[in-house]
């Protein structure tokens, strides 16, 4: 089967401030680090930037760039549209140190039609409303889920055409599958895959470059 990866650069960096994909680490763009582990790992690689980007990023020929849309959901759906490859892996360039083998561990989906990376939750978990302790809950087979995530493209097509249609908006890739009844297999993810969501995960990401 034909495998591709789909890199999600498109945010406007709503909750950051700005864009974030375009900070460095390292000297490079944030996006760039994701770019270079998977280039040589799948036949097609899609990088989804902000449409008024776009023309202005360079990459490798071999990358195929895609006008990204509102929501994160919006883009993967223009990735998705834009792909040609049998399972496709999604991946928030958001997470710059995932590695190599965590790729090509959920692109290898087995019996399952999607399959993701997570780490089981390590912390106790308190439910708390108006700033007080409701309950502790259980934690036991609750994980973290992180990406990058693989697919069978014209399931995770389907599930996002269906959504669509309900105005349905996810959290991950996976929870689709899970909302339309097909299988995610699960893989161990890596504590290190850290995502650079607020200004404090970026001061993080620095102490991790050594990594990189």
């Keep these: 089967m034909r495998k591709g990866v789909i890199l999600l650069a498109g945010g406007r960096g709503k909750r ?15 996006y760039m680090h994701s770019l270079e582990k998977v280039i040589d790992l799948f036949e097609e690689v899609i990088l989804v930037l902000p449409e008024e980007d776009v023309e202005k990023v360079k990459v490798p020929g071999k990358v195929k760039k895609v006008c990204g849309g509102e929501e994160r959901q919006d883009s993967v759906f223009e990735g998705l ?68 995530q693989g697919f069978l493209r014209k399931v995770l ?13 996810a959290t991950d890739d996976a929870m689709l599958l899970e909302r339309y009844g097909y299988r995610v297999g699960i893989v161990m993810g890596e504590i290190t895959n850290l995502k650079i969501t607020y200004p404090e995960d970026l001061e993080l990401a620095k102490l991790l470059e050594v990594l990189l």
Aim: positive net charge.
């Design 16 to 30: 950051f401030g700005f864009k974030k994909q375009y900070l460095e680490l390292k000297g490079k763009p944030l």
């Design 157 to 169: 097509l389907e599930c996002y055409f269906r959504a669509r249609a309900e105005g349905f908006y």
């Design 81 to 148: 549209l834009s792909a040609e490859a049998d399972v496709v892996v999604i991946h928030d360039c958001a997470r710059p140190f995932a590695s190599r083998e965590l790729f090509l561990k959920v692109s290898e989906l087995g019996k399952f039609e999607g399959k993701i990376c997570a780490v089981p939750v390590r912390d106790t978990l308190k439910q708390v409303s108006e700033g007080m302790v409701i309950k502790t809950v259980d934690r036991t087979n609750l994980w973290h889920s992180q990406t990058p």
